[in-house]
């Protein structure tokens, strides 16, 4: 299965937000792509960095995503978008028909979150094309339990939506949030895709991870960029055996 992972610089704007959407989702169906995946609160923009959640035309958004829902059924494109409903920081996942099919709301809140968001429910897990698939959102790459829970139900694709930028460069926690990705890869011997914002700089990278460690691509950092991967059910060697085994041993 092609997917791709769009970074762009989301924002206060819900038009120049809008219109990036489009245009990746453009040119992910001219390569084939078939999920494409967006970061947090991408559509709307992240509150309070990017917006004042107080600001936010809901109605607005309605609009658009009933648009992006036109546009993955015109495409036979599944899409995974960013963006806040009913206090919730979600992740939507919208079919190649253009059907909702889930709803992943953030649930390891702090910060900022808990001023403006209320803690989800589900464990944000879905089949598509015959892969089963996780979410996860930005904080939650934090704690191993969260990953673990989509070990344990046997998913083998995970996507991490980030809204993790700073006003300065900080290599340093760039570099450390890389390692909590490729981590919770290795140890759930599972592939593992992240997706950033560039409205600032940021300190979360748009990357795949494979189920040994190695990033296996990497985007452009601050840049506007659709990463693309074409993701294949891996092999489970030696090593992956063991980890897997003894995981289950502890269960």
């Given at each position: 299965?092609?997917?791709?992972?769009?970074?762009?610089?989301?924002?206060e704007?819900?038009?120049l937000?809008?219109?990036?959407?489009?245009?990746?989702?453009?040119?992910?169906?001219?390569?084939?792509?078939?999920?494409?995946?967006?970061?947090?609160?991408?559509?709307?923009?992240?509150?309070?960095l990017?917006?004042?959640?107080?600001?936010?035309?809901?109605d607005k958004?309605?609009?658009?995503?009933a648009?992006?829902?036109?546009?993955?059924k015109?495409?036979?494109?599944?899409?995974?978008?960013?963006?806040?409903?009913?206090?919730?920081?979600?992740?939507?996942?919208?079919?190649?028909?253009?059907?909702i099919?889930?709803?992943y709301?953030?649930?390891?809140?702090?910060?900022?979150?808990?001023?403006?968001?209320?803690?989800?429910?589900?464990?944000?897990?879905?089949?598509i094309?015959?892969?089963?698939?996780?979410?996860r959102?930005?904080?939650?790459v934090?704690?191993p339990?969260?990953?673990?829970e989509?070990?344990?139900?046997?998913?083998?694709?995970?996507?991490?939506?980030?809204?993790?930028?700073?006003?300065?460069?900080?290599?340093?926690?760039y570099?450390?949030?890389?390692?909590?990705?490729?981590t919770?890869?290795?140890?759930?011997?599972?592939?593992v895709?992240?997706?950033?914002?560039?409205?600032?700089?940021?300190?979360?990278?748009?990357?795949?991870?494979?189920i040994?460690?190695?990033?296996?691509?990497?985007?452009?950092?601050?840049?506007?960029?659709?990463?693309?991967?074409d993701?294949?059910?891996?092999?489970?060697?030696?090593?992956?055996?063991g980890?897997?085994?003894h995981?289950?041993d502890?269960?």
């Open positions: 299965m092609r997917i791709g992972a769009f970074q762009f610089s989301s924002c704007d819900t038009e937000n809008f219109a990036a959407i489009k245009r990746a989702i453009v040119e992910a169906a001219e390569n084939k792509v078939k999920l494409l995946v967006f970061h947090e609160c991408a559509l709307c923009g992240y509150p309070p990017e917006t004042d959640i107080s600001k936010i035309d809901f958004l309605d609009i658009c995503i648009e992006i829902r036109q546009m993955a015109q495409y036979n494109m599944h899409i995974a978008l960013g963006n806040i409903r009913e206090k919730h920081n979600e992740v939507l996942v919208i079919d190649s028909k253009g059907e099919i889930g709803r709301a953030k649930r390891a809140l702090w910060g900022w979150d808990l001023d403006n968001f209320v803690k989800g429910e589900n464990q944000g897990i879905y089949e094309d015959g892969v089963k698939i996780g979410f959102i930005c904080y939650e934090r704690f339990e969260y990953l673990r989509l070990f344990k139900e046997k998913v083998e694709l995970c996507f991490v939506c980030f809204n993790d930028t700073s006003q300065e460069d900080s290599i340093d926690r570099d450390t949030i890389k390692a909590h990705l490729l919770r890869a290795v140890e759930n011997v599972m592939t895709v992240s997706v950033n914002s560039i409205s600032n700089y940021q300190t979360a990278p748009t990357a795949v991870f494979d040994n460690g190695k990033i296996v691509s990497e985007a452009p950092k601050n840049e506007e960029y659709l990463l693309i991967y993701y294949e059910t891996p092999e489970i060697g030696f090593g992956a055996r980890r897997i085994a995981s289950l502890l269960m």
